[in-house]
C-alpha cells in the first residue's frame, strides 16, 4: 500500500469522527435554530387564529352584555330569558376557545425558547415577551405578570439603547396584565385588599409610559393615549360594581383566570417596589398600550 493510499484511508476513516464531532457542536446547535423557525412559524400563525378567535369572542362578550340589560327592562318575556341563556352559552364558549389557543400559543413560544438558548438576549428577550403576552391573554395573567416583570428587570440592567422599544412594550403589556388580573378578580367579587394592589401597579405602570412620553416630546395623541389608560386605571378602582358589571370587557382581556401560577403580589423572586422608584432606563413611552381597550 502506496503512503498516497494509506493517507486516502486515514481520511476516510475520520470522516464518521468529523461527523459525530459536527453533530454534537455546531451541527446541534443549526438543528436546534432549524427547529426553532419551524415552531416560531407555527407559533406566528396560531397568534393569528387566536386574535380572530379572541376578535369573535369579544363580540359574543357584547351580545351578552345587551341580552342581559334587556330581561330588566320592563315586560321582558319568556323568549327574551331564553335569549340571554343562548348568548351567555355562546359567550362562555368563545372565550373557553380564545383561552385555549393563546395557550397553544404560548406553549409553542416556550418550545422555541428552548430551541435557543444558545441565542442572542435580544431574541430570547422578543420570545420571553410573546410567550407572556400570550399567557396573560390565556387566563394565566400571573404567570405572564411574572414573567413581565422579570423581563422588564433585565431589560432595564442590561443599559443597552437596542432594548428601549421592548422595554417600553414590557412594560405596557405588563400595566395591561395588572390592568385585566383586577379587572377579572373585581368581577369575582375578591375583597379590595386583593385586587385595589394590582389596580395601583397597573396604574403606576402607565402613568410612568405617559411621563416619559411627555418627557421625550412625543406627538400629544401619544400622550392623550397613555393618560387615558391612567384614567381607566383610576376608574376601575373607583366605580361601583354594578357599573363594573354593565360594562364590556378590554378586548384583549380573557373572560376568566386559569393556571396555577402565583397569587397577585407574591410572585416569587420579584420586587415588590412600584415601577417609579426603579430605574426608568428602557421604558421610552412612545405610544399607547394598544387596542385591547
Known amino acids: 500500500m502506496t503512503i498516497a493510499s494509506r493517507f486516502g484511508w486515514s481520511l476516510w476513516a475520520l470522516v464518521?469522527?468529523?461527523?459525530?464531532?459536527?453533530?454534537?457542536?455546531?451541527?446541534?446547535?443549526?438543528?436546534?435554530?432549524?427547529?426553532?423557525m419551524t415552531r416560531y412559524d407555527v407559533a406566528l400563525?396560531?397568534?393569528?387564529?387566536?386574535?380572530?378567535?379572541?376578535?369573535?369572542?369579544?363580540?359574543?362578550h357584547l351580545a351578552a352584555i345587551d341580552a342581559r340589560r334587556v330581561t330588566f327592562l320592563p315586560n321582558t318575556t319568556p323568549e327574551d330569558h331564553a335569549r340571554m341563556e343562548i348568548a351567555i352559552k355562546a359567550e362562555r364558549i368563545a372565550y373557553e376557545q380564545a383561552a385555549?389557543?393563546?395557550?397553544?400559543?404560548?406553549?409553542?413560544?416556550?418550545?422555541?425558547?428552548?430551541?435557543?438558548?444558545?441565542?442572542?438576549?435580544?431574541?430570547?428577550?422578543?420570545?420571553?415577551?410573546?410567550?407572556?403576552r400570550a399567557q396573560v391573554r390565556s387566563g394565566a395573567v400571573w404567570d405572564g405578570a411574572a414573567e413581565l416583570?422579570?423581563?422588564?428587570?433585565?431589560?432595564?440592567?442590561?443599559?443597552?439603547?437596542?432594548?428601549?422599544?421592548l422595554a417600553r412594550a414590557t412594560r405596557e403589556e405588563l400595566g395591561a396584565a395588572h390592568y385585566f388580573?383586577?379587572?377579572?378578580?373585581?368581577?369575582?367579587?375578591?375583597?379590595?385588599?386583593?385586587?385595589?394592589?394590582?389596580?395601583?401597579?397597573?396604574?403606576?405602570?402607565?402613568?410612568?409610559?405617559?411621563?416619559?412620553?411627555?418627557?421625550?416630546?412625543?406627538?400629544?395623541?401619544?400622550?392623550?393615549?397613555l393618560e387615558d389608560n391612567v384614567e381607566r386605571a383610576i376608574n376601575l378602582e373607583q366605580m361601583d360594581f354594578s357599573e363594573l358589571e354593565g360594562r364590556p370587557l378590554p378586548r384583549q382581556?380573557?373572560?376568566?383566570?386559569?393556571?396555577?401560577?402565583?397569587r397577585p403580589g407574591?410572585?416569587?423572586?420579584?420586587?415588590?417596589?412600584?415601577?417609579?422608584?426603579?430605574?426608568?432606563?428602557?421604558?421610552?413611552?412612545?405610544?399607547?398600550?394598544?387596542?385591547?381597550?
Request: glycine share 10%; hydrophobic share 35%.
Open 149 to 165: 416583570e422579570t423581563l422588564l428587570y433585565e431589560l432595564q440592567a442590561l443599559e443597552n439603547d437596542q432594548q428601549v422599544a
Open 181 to 225: 388580573g383586577a379587572h377579572l378578580l373585581r368581577l369575582e367579587g375578591k375583597p379590595a385588599s386583593t385586587w385595589r394592589p394590582e389596580v395601583a401597579k397597573a396604574r403606576q405602570h402607565f402613568r410612568y409610559l405617559a411621563e416619559a412620553a411627555a418627557r421625550e416630546g412625543a406627538d400629544e395623541t401619544v400622550i392623550r393615549a
Open 266 to 293: 407574591q410572585q416569587p423572586g420579584i420586587s415588590q417596589r412600584p415601577p417609579g422608584e426603579r430605574d426608568g432606563r428602557g421604558a421610552s413611552g412612545v405610544g399607547p398600550i394598544g387596542p385591547g381597550w
Open 16 to 36: 464518521p469522527v468529523a461527523v459525530i464531532a459536527f453533530h454534537f457542536g455546531p451541527g446541534q446547535v443549526l438543528l436546534a435554530r432549524d427547529k426553532a
Open 100 to 132: 385555549d389557543q393563546w395557550q397553544q400559543v404560548a406553549d409553542v413560544y416556550e418550545q422555541v425558547q428552548e430551541h435557543l438558548q444558545d441565542a442572542d438576549q435580544d431574541t430570547l428577550a422578543r420570545i420571553r415577551w410573546s410567550k407572556a
Open 45 to 60: 400563525q396560531l397568534e393569528l387564529d387566536a386574535i380572530e378567535t379572541q376578535r369573535q369572542a369579544y363580540n359574543h
Open 253 to 262: 382581556s380573557p373572560r376568566t383566570g386559569r393556571g396555577g401560577g402565583p
